[in-house]
């Protein structure tokens, strides 16, 4: 105990202070949020313990069904997620390609727009009455009459192939990571040892880069069961995330819809930790980083070009969602067509003109700063602890910081609406008038005090201040990635001749480490705030109000009201698209491979 303490004692007074306010700032918007929930879940009116309603979950048929469904979206969205991304990286890494670098580079492309606004322009596309069936019925493949349903019954197939473009970068990202700390000797004394080509991808290439893929599927899994805005856009009601989405109807007197919430959380957990033991219980990164770097194949002219058409073909499909969110954008009339019989600027206009519209714009600017400064802040100094420091429990830091990316993002958003609930605790954070009278002790005092400040700043009912900390918690570990992987790249020495020259440990970092690390922060950072731009759990669960809707609230909004409802969604959708695309590519070109490092657990 005296050696801890003495420890304590040597380390700079910011970086024990950063520690302590990190993690009581995790206690309250982390652990209290799931712990408010699996109290509702699993305690009755009367406070007794009961597994009734978490018990009803797998009783109820309806329930079952949702559980079922969604179990199945992950799955099959993370299968054909892999089916594209692994394929691609490998080519990527070991052979030289016409367009290689640009086609490398739009492997991005489908994590610019969120795939449940992407869902607006596939519908136009591959509905009964959208273009390819229409192309179908002009060369007599399809009959008129009853044109096939390329989307499925229910909704399914539409959700997985959605899904799976819009993540399958994440794996991609990954993959390539994992290949590029591989030790090509040991691809060619297998080689030089009569190994075939496929041979020694699946006996070697393959588990050692299992620790990449499994961390790209992880989020991949997790993000495809927790998925809201997604069936919510193709009326596949019947799955848990939309099943509690409407339950938020009558949250304050209906116990299921924190039973529907914990038993997804609970399954997530299981699903993580059942396949870390099957994938990632073994450290296959044995080979530490490359003794040299691997140098891509040429081809012969037709395998060449066979892989050039092979990442563009991707490409295409992976656009597709997008192009059609454009083309629906600038539509006059389409229906029954294969592009649209009308184009103009009209809805553009309309929606510019919509009172939703511009002030969403508004509301999303002004509440992904905030989170983004937040984030950045705290991103950057648990970083530095983490890499710089030898403070007890950094380990634990760092690991905390990733959490927001195992747990889903519905979980926590449902979490955050339970505890800011008139009468809760938190509820100061939205109802500053009525801060709760049942808090004792410290929480009490902190109520009454906030809930006078933002009284002064806020109305009742104000999601602002819950929303910019759920965006900064959701976006955390981007910062955090980020900024670490610059520290690990920037000798402590520099920092430390500072010091010796009379430097204060501040100084050091302000003057020195900070600069050279500047590329990394602002990549992080925007990420960061282009993500929270695009937020979907969050803000359809947390913004009721019109007057506070985020983008992503208010397109889901147009989307479902009567008129050109969708046409106005998608030119709100097409304006975050353009601005997210730049903002991503921006940080891909500041980051280039180490990009896939933000999406690891």
């Excluded at 983490?386 to 950094?394: A, D, E, F, Q, S």
């Excluded at 204060?504 to 950072?525: E, H, M, V, Y």
């Excluded at 959708?573 to 997210?580: D, E, K, R, S």
């Amino acid at each position: 105990m005296n050696s801890l303490i003495t420890r304590l004692r040597s380390l700079p007074p910011a970086s024990v202070v950063t520690f302590a306010v990190a993690g009581f700032l995790f206690l309250i918007f982390f652990v209290y949020p799931i712990g408010i929930t699996l109290k509702e879940a699993f305690f009755g009116p009367d406070n007794t313990f009961t597994l009734e309603f978490v018990s009803m979950v797998f009783l109820d048929p309806l329930y079952l069904e949702g559980l079922i469904n969604a179990l199945k979206m992950a799955i099959f969205s993370t299968a054909l997620a892999v089916a594209i991304a692994l394929p691609l990286a490998l080519i990527a890494d070991r052979f030289i390609f016409p367009g290689k670098a640009i086609l490398s580079s739009l492997v991005l492309i489908p994590l610019i727009l969120p795939p449940f606004v992407g869902a607006i322009g596939v519908r136009h596309l591959l509905g009964k009455e959208g273009s390819f069936n229409t192309i179908l019925e002009s060369i007599g493949l399809v009959n008129a009459a009853s044109p096939i349903d390329w989307l499925g019954a229910g909704g399914l197939a539409g959700v997985v192939v959605m899904n799976a473009l819009h993540l399958y970068p994440i794996i991609f990202l990954n993959v390539t990571a994992a290949l590029a700390n591989l030790d090509p000797a040991m691809d060619e004394a297998a080689q030089n040892l009569g190994c075939t080509t496929w041979k020694r991808i699946i006996k070697i290439t393959l588990p050692l880069i299992m620790p990449g893929v499994f961390a790209g599927c992880t989020i991949v899994f997790i993000w495809s069961f927790t998925e809201l805005g997604v069936p919510l856009m193709f009326d596949y009601t019947r799955v848990t995330s939309v099943q509690i989405f409407h339950g938020l109807k009558d949250i304050s007197g209906n116990p299921f819809p924190y039973a529907l919430v914990t038993v997804m959380l609970a399954s997530t957990i299981l699903m993580y930790i059942v396949s870390k033991l099957l994938f990632g219980r073994s450290n296959f990164a044995v080979s530490g980083r490359a003794s040299m770097a691997a140098a891509p194949k040429h081809l012969p002219r037709a395998q060449s070009f066979a892989c050039t058409a092979a990442f563009s073909l991707v490409t295409f499909l992976a656009v597709l969602p997008h192009l059609g969110v454009v083309f629906v954008a600038f539509a006059g009339d389409w229906y029954n067509s294969v592009l649209p019989s009308e184009i103009g600027f009209s809805n553009f206009a309309e929606a510019l003109g919509n009172e939703v519209t511009l002030s969403s714009i508004g509301n999303s600017i002004t509440y992904a700063v905030l989170a983004t400064i937040i984030a950045g802040i705290v991103g950057v100094a648990i970083a530095y602890i983490v890499v710089r420091t030898n403070i007890p429990g950094r380990e634990a830091l760092d690991a905390m910081a990733m959490l927001p990316l195992a747990v889903p993002g519905l979980v926590l958003a449902f979490g955050y609406l339970a505890m800011t609930r008139e009468g809760q605790t938190f509820d100061f954070l939205v109802f500053p008038e009525a801060a709760s009278q049942s808090n004792t002790g410290f929480l009490r005092l902190l109520g009454r005090m906030l809930g006078s400040i933002f009284s002064k700043v806020m109305d009742d009912g104000n999601p602002i201040v819950i929303l910019v900390i759920a965006y900064a918690v959701r976006r955390l570990p981007y910062v955090v990635r980020s900024a670490a992987a610059g520290f690990q790249q920037t000798s402590v020495s520099l920092e430390e001749a500072a010091r010796n020259l009379g430097a204060s440990p501040w100084t050091a970092i302000r003057k020195i480490t900070l600069p050279l690390i500047a590329a990394n922060i602002i990549a992080g950072c925007l990420l960061a705030f282009s993500f929270a731009m695009l937020e979907v759990s969050d803000s359809l669960i947390l913004a009721q109000q019109r007057e506070h809707f985020p983008i992503t609230k208010a397109i889901y909004s147009l989307f479902t009201s009567l008129g050109n409802g969708d046409q106005l969604a998608a030119s709100l959708g097409t304006w975050a698209m353009l601005f997210l695309g730049i903002t991503i590519v921006g940080a891909g070109i500041l980051l280039g491979r180490k990009l896939g490092g933000l999406f690891r657990l």
